[in-house]
């Protein structure tokens, strides 16, 4: 607020009497801006001192309401005695009703610098992680490259370049300005180095062509709970972009995609599969071995069955995150007709059809 800066004075701290228009308040501020700028003397502490006081009276005089309020406070004399509002007794005066307003309008400003300061969380990742659906029945531990951005080192983050890493002007030093003399005379002639703008081009950085950042992968070992489907989301806390101004770190999620598989066929947490059987085993009945995700089981064919039939195999399916239950697995046998047979096999099959069509 502005009287607790009652002990600066913005017109001597900028160099401009107190009648200066807003042209003039320009031209004094980037002149200062430029000679005490934290690019121009980095390891100069008592220039960013400087540099804030200039940005201060600035941002103060630069606005006119502001500029109003300051010059009210500050010099004494200048209007600065309460004067009443005409009417009845007990009135607001209309000095306390702009100080109210003022003391509202700093309270949201404060509020809005205070939420701006605030740190910035980091941004989440996404990384797809593609299984075989072996590895999301049983579970897996798998190491990944994690793709992050860091702070590019060839430009400090800036994305550009100049002579000096700064954007000040060295021959003007930020001025815009030098002194020719010609003989007794001297004169002010914009600066040759920077056209007269104080700054320097910037170059973009060639390392990372502009941004300020790279890429980099990170590794990480991530553990995959068994039973995970297409589109499951692993969060790893922690493990996103790094924050802003000391915000916290986004969250990496791990999205799981899983392959077809030659055999099996998923629906949910159940299997499905087909196994082909010969037409003696399906007429005189058998005992076959099933693949399973774990390994091979026996089904037993029962005489006299059909093409087509579906036997199911309970637990032999997927299990559910968490400790949920498991899935069963279906299998479907179909009766095999072979495509060639050998002459003892078509006797065979001859007297077999002989002997259904006495």
Request: glycine residues 12%; contains cysteine.
């Amino acid at each position: 607020m502005i009287p607790m800066q009652l002990q600066k004075d913005y017109y001597q701290i900028l160099g401009i009497p107190k009648e200066a228009d807003a042209e003039s308040l320009k031209r004094a501020y980037r002149r200062l801006a430029k000679k005490f700028h934290p690019d121009h003397r980095p390891e100069d502490a008592w220039a960013q001192e400087q540099f804030m006081e200039i940005q201060e009276a600035y941002e103060v005089l630069r606005d006119p309401r502001k500029r109003m309020r300051y010059d009210h406070a500050f010099f004494e004399g200048d209007g600065g005695r309460e004067r009443q509002t005409r009417g009845s007794r007990g009135s607001v005066s209309e000095d306390e009703a702009s100080r109210a307003a003022d003391f509202t309008a700093d309270v949201f400003e404060h509020l809005k610098r205070k939420m701006e300061s605030r740190g910035k969380r980091g941004v989440d990742l996404r990384y797809h992680l593609t299984l075989t659906l072996e590895d999301a029945a049983l579970g897996v531990s798998k190491v990944i490259q994690i793709p992050k951005t860091k702070i590019c080192t060839s430009c400090e983050g800036r994305g550009w370049i100049t002579p000096g890493n700064t954007p000040v002007c060295g021959l003007c030093r930020g001025e815009g300005e030098i002194v020719v003399s010609g003989g007794t005379r001297r004169s002010v002639q914009p600066c040759p180095g920077c056209g007269g703008k104080g700054l320097v081009e910037k170059t973009p950085c060639g390392r990372c062509k502009g941004k300020g950042t790279l890429v980099h992968r990170l590794r990480r070992r991530i553990t995959v709970p068994q039973g995970v489907d297409n589109g499951t989301r692993l969060k790893v806390r922690g493990e996103g972009e790094q924050g802003e101004k000391g915000g916290e770190q986004g969250d990496l999620y791990v999205v799981i995609q899983i392959e077809d598989h030659a055999f099996f066929t998923r629906q949910n947490l159940d299997l499905s599969c087909e196994i082909p059987i010969r037409f003696t085993q399906a007429a005189l009945g058998a005992q076959i071995r099933v693949p399973t995700l774990k390994g091979e089981r026996d089904l037993t064919i029962p005489p006299g069955t059909q093409s087509g039939t579906i036997f199911r195999l309970e637990g032999c399916g997927l299990p559910g995150l968490h400790g949920s239950r498991v899935g069963d697995q279906s299998v479907r046998v179909v009766v095999e007709v072979p495509r060639k047979i050998s002459n003892k096999e078509r006797q065979i099959l001859e007297a077999w059809e002989r002997l259904h069509q006495r």
